[in-house]
């Protein structure tokens, strides 16, 4: 449909400028406008392809955003079923370690505190005898 309206365009402006030209305007015009008339159909093909491509690339982007957000949702979805799952309770170990390790160093440090002010009632006590 274009191709036709394209060739009948070219062939009105051929004849107006024929009409409004010498014999030597005139024969290089037919001579270009049969160039043109040419390569109207490969115009005219190349025009569908780009058409044609034009909408599958906005097909593919739609295709692409919506793949993209169902990506977006089984990552999150994988996630919390991996926390859920696994991570949850390692989670639940690893916080029981920490409290009885914290509670283990304050036993420690407890049984340091009580040897050092043991050690400082010996030294205490060795002076007192010393002084006597």
């Given at each position: 449909?274009?191709?036709?309206?394209y060739?009948?365009?070219?062939?009105?402006?051929?004849?107006?400028d024929?009409?409004?030209?010498?014999?030597?305007?005139?024969?290089?015009?037919?001579?270009?406008?049969?160039?043109?008339?040419?390569?109207?159909?490969?115009?005219s093909?190349?025009?569908e392809?780009?058409?044609?491509?034009?909408?599958?690339?906005?097909?593919?982007?739609?295709?692409?955003?919506?793949?993209?957000?169902?990506?977006v949702?089984?990552?999150?979805?994988?996630f919390?079923?991996w926390?859920?799952?696994?991570?949850?309770?390692?989670?639940?170990?690893?916080?029981?370690?920490a409290e009885?390790?914290?509670?283990?160093?304050?036993?420690?440090?407890?049984?340091?505190?009580?040897a050092?002010?043991?050690?400082?009632?010996?030294?205490?006590n060795?002076?007192l005898?010393?002084?006597?």
């Amino acid at each position: 449909m274009e191709e036709k309206n394209y060739i009948l365009n070219v062939k009105k402006k051929l004849v107006e400028d024929i009409k409004s030209s010498t014999s030597e305007d005139a024969l290089k015009i037919l001579n270009e406008r049969a160039e043109l008339l040419q390569e109207a159909p490969i115009i005219s093909k190349r025009w569908e392809q780009l058409i044609y491509l034009n909408n599958e690339k906005k097909e593919l982007r739609k295709i692409t955003n919506v793949g993209l957000g169902f990506g977006v949702i089984i990552t999150f979805i994988g996630f919390f079923q991996w926390y859920r799952r696994l991570q949850k309770y390692q989670d639940i170990l690893m916080k029981r370690e920490a409290e009885s390790l914290s509670s283990t160093i304050k036993d420690e440090n407890s049984v340091l505190d009580e040897a050092q002010n043991n050690n400082e009632e010996i030294a205490l006590n060795g002076k007192l005898k010393s002084n006597l």
